[in-house]
């Protein structure tokens, strides 16, 4: 769960609480690797978002807010939220998706930690 506070003083100052619901792992389907129902409650008033997906590639995992195919073939989103609640919800997703063990953190290779061992060295001399 994460909770936002409007930090701007110009502004009203809203609460906003995500949840995630349920995940549920996607097989066989490409780069999709999760479905999630997502809480959003702003100042008391609950929003249940479905089918926010959770894409991975081995190198990135990208959460995205559900999408239709408009009339003209294109994709759109269905909703549109700001940044700081888009964000809230990928890191309430990702975190979701770990402890369901759908997703796993990626170990940094052991030739980049060689990279990074010897740049801080030289760094240092």
């Not at 066989?28 to 008391?44: I, M, W």
């Not at 940044?83 to 919800?89: F, G, N, S």
Request: some cysteine; aromatic content about 2%; overall charge negative.
């Amino acid at each position: 769960m994460v909770k936002i506070l409007n930090a701007n003083p110009t502004m009203d100052t809203a609460s906003v609480t995500v949840t995630t619901i349920s995940i549920i792992h996607v097989k066989n389907a490409g780069k999709l690797r999760a479905l999630a129902d997502v809480e959003v409650v702003f100042d008391g008033v609950e929003m249940i978002i479905q089918g926010v997906q959770v894409r991975a590639d081995g190198k990135s995992t990208e959460v995205s807010l559900p999408t239709y195919r408009a009339t003209d073939g294109s994709w759109r989103p269905a909703i549109i939220l700001p940044d700081e609640i888009k964000t809230a919800i990928s890191d309430t997703v990702i975190a979701a998706g770990l402890e369901a063990e759908i997703l796993r953190v990626k170990e940094e290779s052991l030739a980049d930690r060689c990279k990074d061992a010897k740049e801080s060295k030289a760094g240092q001399e």
